[in-house]
Structure formats: C-alpha cells, structure tokens
C-alpha cells in the first residue's frame, strides 16, 4: 500500500493500521533502542504521576476518546 493509498483510507482504519504497526514494533523490544530522550519524559510522567497531577484513563477509553477526535 502506498502512502497516497493510506492518505485516503477513513481515520478509524489508519488508526488499526496505527494499532498493528505499534503492536508489531512493540513485540520485539531489542530491535531499537529508545532514544535517551524518551526515558528522561517516561521519568517526568512518573513523577507527575506520583504527586496526583495526573489523570490515569483505561486504554479501552483512551482510544475511544482519541478516536472521536477523528470522527
């Protein structure tokens, strides 16, 4: 598929192909390192976290609240 095919794909069937292209990457975790910058935000979220700042949601949810956004 090409990129223009995938440009007029409707949102909630790039978002799949989002999904699964994540899921995919994710499946191996020693394929790519994470850039240094991404462990310094995951320990500002952590921190964040921690003095109830912020707000947890469901991933069921969170998708759901993402995906209305594109609707």
Do not use: N, Y
């Amino acid at each position: 598929m090409s990129i223009v095919e995938l440009r007029r794909l409707p949102s909630e069937e790039k978002l799949k192909i989002i999904e699964a292209l994540w899921s995919d990457l994710a499946s191996d975790d020693e394929a790519f390192a994470s850039p240094a910058w991404h462990e310094d935000e995951l320990r500002k979220t952590e921190t964040e976290f921690a003095a109830g700042r912020i707000e947890v949601l469901d991933w069921d949810e969170a998708k759901k609240e993402l995906r209305k956004q594109f609707e």
